[in-house]
């Protein structure tokens, strides 16, 4: 079953709004951590956000942040004021904590297109 | 800030034949991974490794091998590709550090078998 769900596949916004990607995930550790990727149009993957169930979200940049609630499973990215720049695929990924097992369960992405 | 290469970066294989896909990561991680990245599937854990000499199988492995000489190297073989392993592949090293865990990117491997 998949762990990691992100529901929109495309997205597309213009130059200067707000958008908000949905991504729940299924786990029942105690230890985890979430994480959001940008696949950049160059084929880097880059890690915008990690987010641990007991801490404040680390921001990677000042137009990233995320709503995490925890009760529901649920951690959405947050990107104000989009540029162009932005468009890309994030992936939503989740790290459990178990013995000699460090594996990311990833989502399936969302490909964000940002027009001018 | 952590250092993952891959080479080639781009290839192109035919049918039948033999593709060697090589990650270097100078992080000093003991773990690795390949992944592979297809449209609606996100990324998908092909094999990885604990340490120099282990590799372990990961949700998709069949049609793939991997090898792991040495801590800085972490290697993807397709000892005969066919065109449903077109796609790209992603190398990433990673460790868990108390309990804060990261795990660092290569850039891709744009892989075409036609």
């Known amino acids: 079953a998949q762990k990691v769900i992100q529901v929109w596949s495309t997205t597309s916004r213009q130059e200067g709004e707000k958008l908000t990607l949905d991504c729940s995930y299924k786990?029942?550790?105690?230890?985890?951590?979430l994480f959001w990727y940008k696949h950049l149009l160059s084929g880097e993957m880059v890690l915008l956000i990690r987010?641990?169930?007991?801490?404040?979200a680390i921001e990677r940049s000042g137009r990233y942040s995320v709503v995490f609630q925890k009760s529901r499973k649920s951690i959405s990215l947050v990107i104000s004021t989009l540029q162009p720049d932005d468009s890309g695929k994030y992936f939503c990924?989740?790290?459990?904590?178990?013995?000699?097992?460090?594996?990311?369960?990833f989502g399936s992405g969302t490909k964000l297109t940002v027009e001018p | 800030e952590a250092a993952v290469t891959q080479s080639p970066r781009n290839k192109v294989a035919v049918t039948g034949g033999k593709v060697t896909l090589s990650c270097n990561q100078t992080?000093?991680?003991?773990?690795m991974y390949w992944y592979r990245q297809d449209t609606g599937h996100g990324l998908r854990l092909i094999h990885y490794?604990?340490?120099?000499?282990?590799?372990e199988k990961g949700d998709i492995p069949d049609g793939y091998k991997a090898s792991r000489p040495s801590q800085e190297n972490f290697s993807l073989i397709l000892e005969l590709a066919t065109p449903s392993q077109t796609s790209v592949y992603f190398c990433?090293?990673?460790?868990?550090?108390?309990?804060?865990?990261?795990?660092?990117f290569g850039p891709g491997t744009r892989l075409t078998v036609l």
């Open positions: 990433a090293s990673g460790d868990l550090g108390g309990i804060s865990y990261e795990q660092y």
């Open positions: 786990t029942s550790q105690v230890l985890y951590h």
């Open positions: 987010q641990m169930p007991s801490t404040i």
């Open positions: 990924a989740l790290w459990e904590l178990m013995s000699n097992y460090n594996v990311l369960y």
């Open positions: 992080n000093n991680h003991n773990n």
């Open positions: 490794s604990y340490g120099a000499g282990s590799t």
